[in-house]
């Protein structure tokens, strides 16, 4: 497709859709005496969450107010994650239970979208087993939400819709967005990875990047509206570009962020290892606004398991680019994601994972058990490990992860750090402030600090961090 056409297809839904919302204002006008409430619920990562954030901009646009409480909305929405089965179980509990909001609520709409409800699996079972659910609509119609709700309205129909069309970035959605200073900012979706146990390119659909120069417009939007920090999200941010004629890697769009003007600091996930480039991490050394801190999922230390997991690297090569971040940035603090029971995995590999946490040293690990996901080559793969052996070894990690972060916290005892204040603290007049590495201070201030930037010197680790601000 043409960038024009691309453009102009964009252009079209974007108006088709804010058509439907007028349409669908003026039917809910009719059947409401007073302004609906719609509430939305956000299962798995950010970049979920990020597009909860437009589905709420449409739902505005529509003519809904949002509320935090599902009892009194009138609009009901689940956005879902099929990441794990615990994810997925999750969402069926919850949605059983509107079945008594509804029955108290008649007219109550209920809706469901996400990485979910695009398996057909799952869309034929909503709609065999939960009558109750008014509309569903997969990871890649999300934009068509207001002519769903009119199709809903206007037809009582009930609209199940989850097509797997791909290229579908349509920009200029509206956004309601969570909070004031800090703003997700999706640059691409999807992913062709195709870890074997992973069911996100599956309901994300193959990598698409969004035009550098929208993610640049949407920066400055974000930063003239006193947003301090973006992150920058998508399932492989280091393939940002790749297949586009516009020359624009990764490397490059973090530079083009960071040379925006403005008191502000950038975030990214998630970094693949295979593609984390040494111009990627002279790139973050250089940005003065990047933060020295680097979420690199090694998933496993095993060379055998990382093998059958198909990442694309093995454990000397995922230590040698640990090594050279560090080089490059001293100061960089590290995270990371582990799957723990990997089919076929046996203690003796698991116990290289431990090796490895050892090696790298992170300041944050996000650790799951291996969950079977249908339709990905892990879950034929042969699992002998019983769960409860799994999860034996699950905490022996957690503990080691444990004592690492522990002794990293100690050695920032002394050091002072501009922090971002987040939220308020646990006692009274306290504030929780966040470096750049990630780590979280308690200190003493005024909640006016929330939204802006200070300098605290970190004085105790006593299970967590405190601190006090310098002036
Ligand atoms: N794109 C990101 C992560 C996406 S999912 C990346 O590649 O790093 C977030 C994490 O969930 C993964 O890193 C992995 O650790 C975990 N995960 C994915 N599928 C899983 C499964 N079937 N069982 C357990 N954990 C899983
Ligand atoms: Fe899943 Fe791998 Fe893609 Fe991450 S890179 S989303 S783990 S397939
Ligand atoms: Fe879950 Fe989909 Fe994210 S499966 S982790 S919400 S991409």
Same mark, same amino acid.
């Given at each position: 497709m043409t960038e024009t056409t691309k453009q102009s297809a964009n252009t079209d839904c974007l108006q088709e859709q804010l058509g439907y919302t007028e349409r669908v204002k003026k039917l809910i006008s009719k059947r409401y005496a007073q302004q609906p409430l719609a509430?939305?619920?956000?299962?798995?990562?950010q970049q979920n969450v990020s597009d909860s954030e437009k589905i709420k901009g449409l739902l505005v646009s529509c003519g809904y107010e949002m509320t935090d409480s599902s009892d009194d909305a009138d609009f009901v929405l689940f956005n879902t994650c099929a990441v794990r089965e615990n994810a997925e179980d999750r969402v069926y509990g919850h949605v059983g239970q509107l079945k008594h909001n509804k029955r108290k609520k008649p007219g109550m709409i209920v809706a469901l979208c996400g990485c979910m409800t695009q398996q057909p699996t799952v869309a034929d079972k909503i709609k065999r087993s939960y009558p109750y659910v008014d509309i569903l609509f997969g990871t890649h119609v999300r934009h068509r939400l207001p002519e769903f709700i009119y199709r809903h309205l206007a037809f009582q129909e009930r609209v199940f819709e989850n097509s797997d069309s791909n290229n579908d970035i349509v920009e200029g959605l509206p956004v309601v967005r969570d909070g004031t200073f800090k703003a997700w900012l999706p640059i691409m979706h999807g992913c062709n990875n195709f870890c074997t146990y992973c069911i996100v390119p599956y309901v994300r659909g193959r990598e698409y990047s969004r035009e550098p120069e929208a993610v640049i417009e949407e920066a400055k939007q974000l930063i003239a509206s006193g947003v301090k920090e973006i992150m920058l999200l998508?399932?492989?941010?280091?393939? &940002?570009?790749?297949?586009?004629?516009?020359?624009?890697?990764?490397?490059?769009?973090?530079?083009?962020?960071n040379d925006l003007e403005g008191d502000f600091r950038i975030r990214f996930m998630t970094s693949h290892p295979k593609d984390c480039t040494e111009e990627l991490l002279h790139t973050m050394a250089e940005c003065d606004k990047v933060c020295l801190n680097l979420h690199l999922p090694v998933q496993a230390g095993s060379d055998i398991t990382l093998r059958r997991m198909n990442r694309h690297y093995n454990s000397q090569e995922y230590l040698k680019l640990v090594k050279t971040a560090r080089e490059i940035m001293p100061d960089i603090q590290l995270s990371s994601d582990i799957i723990v029971g990997f089919?076929?995995?046996? &203690?003796?590999?698991?116990?290289?994972?431990l090796d490895l946490i050892e090696q790298v040293r992170y300041y944050s690990l996000y650790t799951f058990i291996y969950s079977p996901r249908k339709g990905t080559p892990a879950a034929e793969m042969p699992d002998e490990i019983s769960y409860k052996e799994k999860s034996k070894w699950f905490t022996e990690l957690l503990e080691r992860q444990e004592q690492i972060s522990h002794k990293i916290n100690e050695s920032l005892v002394g050091k002072t750090f501009k922090v971002l204040c987040e939220e308020k603290g646990r006692e009274d007049g306290h504030i929780i402030g966040r470096t750049e590495g990630n780590a979280v201070i308690d200190f003493c201030g005024d909640e006016s600090l929330i939204g802006t930037f200070t300098s605290v010197q970190i004085i105790e680790f006593d299970g967590s961090l405190k601190g006090i601000k310098k002036y």
């Open positions: 509430f939305v619920h956000t299962y798995g990562c998508g399932q492989n941010v280091n393939s &940002y570009g790749k297949g586009a004629d516009h020359g624009v890697n990764f490397a490059k769009l973090l530079r083009m962020v089919p076929g995995e046996t &203690y003796k590999d698991f116990k290289c994972t």
